[in-house]
């Protein structure tokens, strides 16, 4: 199985900046696509962003200009830049990978999530 770790979550004020960094270990072929989604207190998981292998990002609205994603892959990880951090970025951020691993000497495919890395923006 595919684990990822994720790092750089702390204690920002508001205007702040953050760089969450993830990075995926295991029998790895290839990775499709990376990304980060995001958990506040007594809300759903929602999507922040995603990069596919060839460079393709998808940003949600709410963090469009302000968060960048970027990766590299031959090192299968993912970055998060965060930037003029509000209040409300503030909550449990998880990194998504989604591929093909070695498995019983074929590829099969995988979907994996990190722990998460609290991130809150508060003076």
């Known amino acids: 199985q595919v684990q990822l770790v994720e790092s750089g979550g702390g204690l920002v004020q508001p205007g702040g900046s953050l760089r969450l960094s993830c990075a995926a270990s295991g029998s790895i072929f290839g990775i499709d696509q990376m990304g980060w989604y995001r958990q506040a207190p007594g809300k759903q998981r929602e999507l922040v962003a995603t990069i596919t292998s060839g460079g393709s990002v998808n940003y949600a609205d709410f963090v469009k200009g302000r968060f960048t994603v970027s990766r590299e892959n031959a090192k299968n990880a993912v970055y998060l830049q965060m930037n003029s951090l509000k209040p409300e970025d503030t909550a449990v951020y998880y990194c998504?990978?989604?591929?093909?691993?070695?498995?019983?000497?074929?590829?099969?495919?995988?979907?994996?999530w990190g722990q998460g890395t609290q991130v809150t923006v508060s003076s």
């Open positions: 998504n990978a989604d591929g093909a691993v070695y498995a019983k000497g074929i590829v099969g495919p995988f979907s994996s």
